[in-house]
């Protein structure tokens, strides 16, 4: 099992521990690409894929750890999208 294999399998699991670098990995798997939304975004980022095939997230802070209601809207958006 490749570590892509394994990281999409950790993210499905639903792990209260996923951080956000493992997030970046993960939709860099699909073909997604990170992009700050200007200077004044603050803590919002925005992974693209194509035009109009986009995922509006908030860095998390303090900490490095993903949110739930972020990784269910993430998982949401990739099976929506067919991805998973």
Request: charged residues 25%; aromatic residues 10%.
């Amino acid at each position: 099992m490749s570590s892509k294999e394994k990281l999409r399998k950790r993210f499905l699991q639903m792990p209260a521990d996923f951080t956000f670098e493992e997030m970046c990995s993960l939709l860099a798997g699909f073909g997604y690409v990170l992009e700050n939304k200007g200077t004044t975004s603050g803590s919002r980022i925005r992974f693209r894929k194509d035009v109009g095939i986009y995922i509006d997230i908030h860095r998390p802070h303090p900490g490095n750890t993903m949110r739930q209601w972020m990784m269910k809207a993430v998982y949401n958006h990739l099976k929506n999208n067919n991805l998973i």
